[in-house]
T-cell receptor, first 115, second 113 residues
Framework: EPEVTQTPSHQVTQMGQEVILRCVPISNHLYFYWYRQILGQKVEFLVS????????KSEIFDDQFSVERPDGSNFTLKIRSTKLEDSAMYFC?????????????FGEGSRLTVL | AQSVTQLDSQVPVFEEAPVELRCNYSSSVSVYLFWYVQYPNQGLQLLLKYLSGSTLVESINGFEAEFNKSQTSFHLRKPSVHISDTAEYFCAVPNQAGTALIFGKGTTLSVSS
């Protein structure tokens, strides 16, 4: 069964360092998303991406965040200068249609720990 | 703005007992509602969804949810839970533009023997 894959599963970094989280969405999907989940808190929307551009972003997704689809398969989230509060589980998701009525398929997440 | 409220953060139950996880929504556009489940150390998976038609929707593992427009609710129920149902359950609704899903804070279902 097709699945969304994310790497790395866990990354530890120092505050101020750049981090790139990678995702391979399901191959025929057109819509891509990043969410994050701080330990013990809700799943928060960061950004959605369609047709090689951002279609929506939340207030969390400030200038230190960026997304890119560098080739036909990868979808990356870059955090330029990490802060302690960026420590979270980051989930990539993809969908064939929009969320109305499409289903989002999630990866298993990348845990980011900022020291 | 679209939002969902999950009223219970934790629900502990014994195996084979019935359970209800509550979700209320706020939406200014046509309503689509989703329940996702997150098993330990895994990503979120779609459990069931309401798009239109019958207000009662079911999943393959015995969960069901009923869309109640008058009460703006989409509660998740199961008549008899198993240990394997232990997980985090999230209610979700699309944002107004239909470009993202907005999740509730989640309900931790803990099933013990």
């Amino acid at each position: 069964e097709p699945e969304v894959t994310q790497t790395p599963s866990h990354q530890v970094t120092q505050m101020g360092q750049e981090v790139i989280l990678r995702c391979v969405p399901i191959s025929n999907h057109l819509y891509f998303y990043w969410y994050r989940q701080i330990l013990g808190q809700k799943v928060e929307f960061l950004v959605s991406f369609y047709n090689n551009e951002i279609s929506e972003k939340s207030e969390i997704f400030d200038d230190q965040f960026s997304v890119e689809r560098p080739d036909g398969s990868n979808f990356t989230l870059k955090i330029r200068s990490t802060k302690l509060e960026d420590s979270a589980m980051y989930f990539c998701a993809s969908s064939e249609q929009t969320v109305r009525p499409g289903e989002l398929f999630f990866g298993e997440g990348s845990r980011l720990t900022v020291l | 703005a679209q939002s969902v409220t999950q009223l219970d953060s934790q629900v502990p139950v014994f195996e084979e007992a019935p359970v209800e996880l509550r979700c209320n929504y706020s939406s200014s556009v046509s309503v689509y509602l989703f329940w996702y489940v997150q098993y330990p150390n895994q990503g979120l998976q779609l459990l069931l969804k309401y798009l239109s038609g019958s207000t009662l929707v079911e999943s393959i593992n015995g969960f069901e949810a009923e869309f109640n427009k008058s009460q703006t609710s989409f509660h998740l129920r199961k008549p008899s839970v198993h240990i394997s149902d232990t997980a985090e359950y999230f209610c979700a609704v699309p944002n107004q533009a239909g470009t993202a899903l907005i999740f509730g804070k989640g309900t931790t279902l803990s099933v013990s023997s």
